[in-house]
């Protein structure tokens, strides 16, 4: 399952594709053909850039092949339409851009300021396809087994890192036992000491980190229930995930735009917030006391006269 929402037919259709062959490898893909043409594709899978927007004549004749076999092995692969073959390279080409990539395919807006403004705008973009491609029934589910979770873990290294932080403070203010893990070796501690009842929650983008994609696949493996937060379908935490949600972190510049997977986890930090309403505001009593009056609090004092 997954926690994406279809918006019309042609996209249901596609994420049906999705949903029977999730998790595939290119690799794998490319098991189901003969020899021969495994040689053929192989360049578009492996240069998905290059490929994605050609027409199925135009791929043929940069493939060296014809239109109808290229048509015979985009299905061999696993794909009903040619189109569906050309949304798996966009997922491709998604995840493996590199932050050169971003920043050479941007376009030239002849100002500072233009660029600036782009970046926002790219953010409000990310943010509109996550509201529109989430399904928040599926996600609202999610909220309700936090409470319910022996443990919640939280993996991600690198940038990810500090989606790490934000999710684990938070879970951990409400009073949930979470444990948040941002290198190799936490990773590697933490997942030996899961098991069924847990809640694991990685998150990962492009190709996907090895530590958080083989965290999640032990937890997994382990019994625990895993979530995948990605940016793309072809990501490799689609396979270990019982629950997976897509959250663009496109950008006209370089590195990755977090505005859509910081609102996602806000909003997995509310559904939990209202999923157990009584006990968060017994929480919060405590919170808001601490907040008004803690010494953590940088405060001016009066000076008497």
Same mark, same amino acid.
């Given at each position: 399952?997954?926690?994406?929402?279809?918006?019309?037919?042609?996209?249901?259709?596609?994420?049906?594709?999705?949903?029977?062959?999730?998790?595939?490898?290119?690799?794998?893909?490319?098991?189901?053909?003969?020899?021969?043409?495994?040689?053929?594709?192989?360049?578009?899978?492996?240069?998905?850039?290059?490929?994605?927007?050609?027409?199925?004549?135009?791929?043929?004749?940069?493939?060296?092949?014809?239109?109808?076999?290229?048509?015979?092995?985009?299905?061999?692969?696993?794909?009903?339409?040619?189109? &569906?073959?050309?949304?798996?390279?966009?997922?491709?080409?998604?995840?493996?851009?590199?932050?050169?990539?971003?920043?050479?395919?941007?376009?030239?807006?002849?100002?500072?300021?233009?660029?600036?403004?782009?970046?926002?705008?790219?953010?409000?973009?990310?943010?509109?396809?996550?509201?529109?491609?989430?399904?928040?029934?599926?996600?609202?589910?999610?909220?309700?087994?936090?409470?319910?979770?022996?443990?919640?873990?939280?993996?991600?290294?690198?940038?990810?890192?500090?989606?790490?932080?934000?999710?684990?403070?938070?879970?951990?203010?409400?009073?949930?036992?979470?444990?948040?893990?941002?290198?190799?070796?936490?990773?590697?501690?933490?997942?030996?000491?899961?098991?069924?009842?847990?809640?694991?929650?990685?998150?990962?983008?492009?190709?996907?980190?090895?530590?958080?994609?083989?965290?999640?696949?032990?937890?997994?493996?382990?019994?625990?229930?895993?979530?995948?937060?990605?940016?793309?379908?072809?990501?490799?935490?689609?396979?270990?995930? &019982?629950?997976?949600?897509?959250?663009?972190?496109?950008?006209?510049?370089?590195?990755?735009?977090?505005?859509?997977?910081?609102?996602?986890?806000?909003?997995?930090?509310?559904?939990?917030?209202?999923?157990?309403?009584?006990?968060?505001?017994?929480?919060?009593?405590?919170?808001?006391?601490?907040?008004?009056?803690?010494?953590?609090?940088?405060?001016?004092?009066?000076?008497?006269?």
């Amino acid at each position: 399952m997954n926690g994406l929402k279809p918006q019309d037919g042609s996209v249901e259709s596609f994420l049906n594709g999705i949903a029977e062959a999730q998790g595939w490898s290119a690799q794998q893909r490319l098991s189901r053909l003969s020899p021969k043409r495994q040689e053929v594709i192989r360049p578009a899978l492996e240069r998905p850039r290059e490929f994605v927007l050609l027409s199925v004549r135009n791929a043929a004749d940069r493939l060296n092949s014809d239109p109808a076999t290229i048509i015979r092995i985009v299905r061999g692969l696993g794909f009903e339409t040619y189109r &569906d073959f050309q949304r798996y390279l966009q997922d491709l080409t998604v995840a493996h851009a590199t932050s050169l990539d971003s920043m050479q395919s941007a376009i030239n807006r002849h100002s500072l300021s233009g660029q600036m403004q782009a970046a926002v705008d790219q953010d409000i973009d990310n943010l509109r396809a996550l509201r529109t491609s989430t399904d928040f029934d599926q996600l609202a589910s999610i909220a309700t087994r936090v409470w319910k979770a022996r443990r919640v873990y939280i993996l991600g290294g690198d940038l990810a890192g500090s989606l790490v932080d934000y999710i684990a403070y938070h879970l951990t203010l409400l009073g949930i036992l979470t444990l948040g893990a941002t290198t190799t070796g936490r990773m590697v501690h933490m997942m030996r000491s899961v098991a069924k009842g847990d809640l694991v929650i990685g998150i990962s983008f492009g190709r996907g980190l090895r530590s958080t994609v083989e965290g999640l696949q032990e937890a997994k493996r382990r019994g625990a229930f895993c979530i995948g937060v990605a940016d793309t379908y072809v990501s490799p935490l689609a396979e270990a995930s &019982d629950e997976f949600f897509i959250a663009s972190v496109r950008t006209p510049s370089f590195g990755m735009a977090y505005a859509a997977p910081i609102s996602l986890m806000n909003a997995l930090m509310a559904g939990c917030a209202f999923a157990n309403r009584r006990r968060t505001l017994a929480v919060l009593k405590e919170v808001a006391a601490e907040q008004k009056f803690g010494t953590r609090w940088y405060s001016t004092r009066l000076q008497q006269s």
